[in-house]
């Protein structure tokens, strides 16, 4: 086939022994401040906070004995669990993962002790939007699909669909709560500590929706003024209440923001669902009219590239930074049939070669029976949930999910 011929020749060769590296673990830091978990990169699985040892260690949120005892069985070469599902799992099946992309399986630290460089602080899963990759960990919108509807019938996928009981004892405490809450002020009395650290290279403000949070100036006017701060927005807010937010950030000259979308007009509504593209365009009119900096975020799944030259085009000359969506697997790139890599692959050459070179090394893999039975369930429910249609993806990708027993 001839989409096969050509990526086979941009294909990474796997090697016997895979190497299981990753610097991120020593100098990424992620910590959600409405469920008291840290994450060692935005992709790692999420670890609770033990707040009693983090009493008698104070300052050492970074070096707990867990995130010690990763980093060792990183150097030697023992594949971390909560590494699985993006990165050691799209690997083993010759994809790209998170770890290839950011380019940190060079080992540039060897210490198991360390501080962190980036700093990533999700305020919490306030969303009014269920974009179509996410899930209830970072959006409210989510969580009240799934408990208002039921779950979704697909598998192997943990609990990402279903509903438990630590779940609703986080909806159901407010953002005043959990800001006066004790274990949220010690929490944040160690990422204070941390984000003045002469290591510290940038900070990261995420959500749920950041401009949903009511105390989101108050969280950027206590971090320091000299490094780049990204406050990281879907735009899925009440346009008066944005312009108003906007207003108070205006004058942190070192706040940039970055826009989470990859599609536009119908294709965006069905990726980021809760949002319209009037909405979208009104609130990124308001960021210009503020004179604040920004960039976007794109997530590169099976069912954001086929809108993706045209947001390219839309974007002009704004900076695009792109993640892999690995998890759930099923929204990989890979899970498409041949006739619609072919038009994806016949148009890679009009997207940035950043992205260009994920999307190659993919889409040669072949999706097995699973991952397109899960698509088919998860599509069907998703779209009659929200009274959406498919048919703004290729006729042949529809019909192939449909197909499928």
Same mark, same amino acid.
């Given at each position: 086939?001839? &989409?096969?011929?050509?990526?086979? %020749?941009?294909?990474?060769?796997?090697?016997? $022994?895979?190497?299981?590296?990753?610097?991120?673990?020593?100098?990424?830091?992620?910590?959600?401040?409405?469920?008291?978990?840290?994450?060692?990169?935005?992709?790692?699985?999420?670890?609770?906070?033990?707040?009693?040892?983090?009493?008698?260690?104070?300052?050492? =949120? @970074?070096?707990?004995?867990? =995130?010690?005892?990763?980093?060792?069985?990183?150097?030697?070469?023992?594949?971390?669990?909560?590494?699985?599902?993006?990165?050691?799992?799209?690997?083993?099946?010759?994809?790209?993962?998170?770890?290839?992309?950011?380019?940190? $399986?060079?080992?540039?630290?060897?210490?198991?002790?360390?501080?962190?460089?980036?700093?990533?602080?999700?305020?919490?899963?306030?969303?009014?939007?269920?974009?179509?990759?996410?899930?209830?960990?970072?959006?409210?919108?989510?969580?009240?699909?799934?408990?208002?509807?039921?779950?979704?019938?697909? %598998? /192997?996928?943990?609990?990402?669909?279903?509903?438990?009981? *630590?779940?609703?004892?986080?909806?159901?405490?407010?953002?005043?709560?959990?800001?006066?809450?004790?274990?949220?002020?010690?929490?944040? #009395?160690?990422?204070?500590?941390?984000?003045?650290?002469?290591? &510290?290279?940038?900070?990261?403000?995420?959500?749920?929706?950041?401009?949903?949070?009511?105390? =989101?100036?108050?969280?950027?006017? *206590?971090?320091? %003024?000299?490094?780049?701060?990204?406050?990281?927005?879907?735009?899925?807010?009440?346009?008066?209440?944005?312009?108003?937010?906007?207003?108070? &950030?205006? *004058?942190?000259?070192?706040?940039?923001?970055?826009?989470?979308?990859?599609?536009?007009?119908?294709? +965006?509504?069905?990726?980021?669902?809760?949002?319209?593209?009037?909405? @979208?365009?009104?609130?990124?009119?308001?960021?210009?009219?503020?004179?604040?900096?920004? *960039?976007?975020?794109?997530?590169?799944?099976?069912?954001?590239?086929?809108?993706?030259? /045209?947001?390219?085009? +839309?974007?002009?000359?704004?900076?695009?930074?792109?993640?892999?969506?690995? /998890?759930?697997?099923?929204?990989?790139?890979?899970?498409?049939?041949? +006739?619609?890599?072919?038009?994806?692959?016949?148009?890679? #050459? $009009?997207?940035?070669?950043?992205?260009?070179?994920?999307?190659?090394?993919?889409?040669?893999?072949?999706?097995?029976? $699973?991952?397109?039975?899960?698509?088919?369930?998860?599509?069907?429910?998703?779209?009659?949930?929200?009274?959406?249609? &498919?048919?703004?993806?290729? %006729?042949?990708?529809?019909?192939?999910?449909?197909?499928?027993?």
């Amino acid at each position: 086939m001839k &989409l096969k011929n050509q990526i086979m %020749t941009t294909m990474r060769t796997m090697t016997t $022994k895979p190497d299981y590296y990753c610097s991120q673990k020593f100098w990424w830091l992620s910590a959600d401040i409405e469920k008291l978990t840290t994450q060692s990169c935005c992709s790692a699985d999420p670890d609770k906070i033990n707040i009693e040892w983090l009493n008698s260690n104070p300052g050492q =949120l @970074f070096n707990t004995p867990k =995130l010690q005892s990763e980093r060792r069985d990183m150097l030697d070469n023992i594949p971390v669990t909560g590494c699985a599902s993006n990165c050691w799992n799209p690997e083993s099946r010759g994809s790209e993962s998170r770890r290839i992309i950011m380019g940190t $399986k060079v080992k540039t630290h060897i210490d198991i002790e360390s501080e962190p460089e980036v700093l990533h602080i999700m305020i919490g899963s306030q969303c009014n939007m269920t974009c179509i990759y996410c899930c209830k960990q970072y959006s409210s919108a989510w969580f009240n699909d799934i408990s208002n509807n039921g779950i979704y019938s697909v %598998t /192997d996928v943990g609990d990402r669909f279903t509903i438990n009981s *630590k779940d609703r004892v986080v909806a159901a405490v407010s953002q005043k709560e959990i800001n006066i809450s004790p274990n949220k002020i010690k929490l944040f #009395d160690e990422l204070s500590k941390i984000s003045k650290s002469s290591k &510290l290279s940038a900070i990261s403000i995420s959500g749920g929706e950041t401009f949903l949070y009511i105390y =989101l100036e108050d969280l950027i006017a *206590k971090l320091p %003024t000299n490094i780049p701060i990204f406050v990281y927005t879907g735009l899925g807010v009440n346009e008066k209440r944005f312009s108003k937010e906007l207003e108070k &950030l205006k *004058k942190y000259q070192n706040v940039n923001l970055v826009i989470s979308a990859e599609n536009i007009s119908k294709s +965006y509504e069905m990726i980021r669902a809760g949002n319209t593209w009037h909405q @979208f365009e009104n609130n990124l009119i308001e960021i210009q009219k503020h004179g604040i900096k920004y *960039k976007f975020n794109s997530v590169l799944s099976n069912l954001t590239l086929f809108g993706l030259v /045209d947001f390219v085009k +839309y974007v002009g000359n704004v900076d695009i930074e792109f993640n892999l969506c690995n /998890d759930p697997n099923f929204l990989s790139i890979h899970v498409m049939d041949d +006739y619609s890599k072919e038009i994806v692959y016949n148009n890679i #050459d $009009k997207l940035p070669i950043n992205a260009q070179n994920i999307i190659k090394n993919s889409l040669n893999i072949v999706p097995n029976i $699973k991952e397109q039975q899960n698509l088919k369930v998860y599509l069907t429910e998703f779209t009659k949930r929200r009274k959406l249609s &498919l048919d703004i993806f290729p %006729t042949t990708f529809t019909e192939w999910i449909n197909n499928v027993v």
